[in-house]
């Protein structure tokens, strides 16, 4: 399984991945979920103010992930 963390104002970020589905947390609360196979997924989720959490993971031979916060990348890994 591949975790990767952001921190964004003071909220927790943490996208999940494995094999066989994607997991978005803000604050330790499941946000959104991409189950099955594929080379190429997005997570939506919110901040407790509105602010909208997107998330594209995808990769052939090494998995990338980037999350932005209201269109601001604040990770790329």
Do not use: Q
């Amino acid at each position: 399984m591949k975790k990767w963390n952001a921190e964004y104002e003071g909220n927790k970020i943490r996208i999940e991945n494995s094999w066989d589905e994607e997991k978005l947390y803000i604050n330790e609360k499941l946000h959104d979920e991409g189950i099955g196979l594929t080379s190429r997924s997005k997570l939506i989720g919110k901040l407790p103010d509105g602010k909208l959490v997107k998330v594209c993971i995808g990769g052939f031979c090494r998995l990338h992930c980037v999350v932005f916060v209201d269109d601001e990348e604040i990770l790329r890994a």
